[in-house]
């Protein structure tokens, strides 16, 4: 099976910065996802397995990056300029099967694998 370890959250002001980290077991198509607190499962950010593709929610678009260690398996999510409402759990998650180069995932339907979450907390 898929391995998934989180690590990287914490507790941050509005305007600061984390870099969240999640090493996989393999090579795969990778997505982030985060759940505030009732509230539903929220798509952020996913890569491609082979190069840097690389797709983002509306909501974090100039202000998170998504990227890749190969030699690693990791994959790494920088968040920049955090602000309150992106208080969440973040969650990795991986996609191994049935993988399509050209598509897109964006549906947490669409995983297979997750890591544990990790909190992301920013304060005002």
């Known amino acids: 099976q898929v391995q998934l370890v989180e690590s990287g959250g914490g507790l941050v002001q509005a305007g600061g910065s984390l870099r969240l980290s999640c090493e996989a077991s393999?090579?795969?198509?990778m997505g982030w996802f985060r759940q505030a607190p009732e509230k539903e499962r929220e798509f952020v950010a996913a890569?491609?397995?082979?190069?840097?593709?690389?797709t983002y929610a509306d909501s974090v678009k100039g202000r998170f990056t998504l990227s890749r260690d190969s030699a690693k398996n990791t994959v790494y999510l920088q968040m920049n300029s955090l602000q309150p409402e992106d208080t969440a759990v973040y969650y990795c998650?991986?996609?191994?099967?049935?993988?399509?180069?050209?598509?897109?995932?964006?549906?947490?339907?669409?995983?297979?694998?997750w890591g544990q979450g990790t909190q992301v907390t920013v304060s005002s």
């Open positions: 998650a991986a996609k191994a099967r049935n993988v399509r180069f050209y598509n897109i995932y964006t549906s947490q339907y669409d995983y297979e694998s």
């Open positions: 393999g090579r795969y198509y």
């Open positions: 890569i491609a397995s082979i190069g840097s593709s690389t």
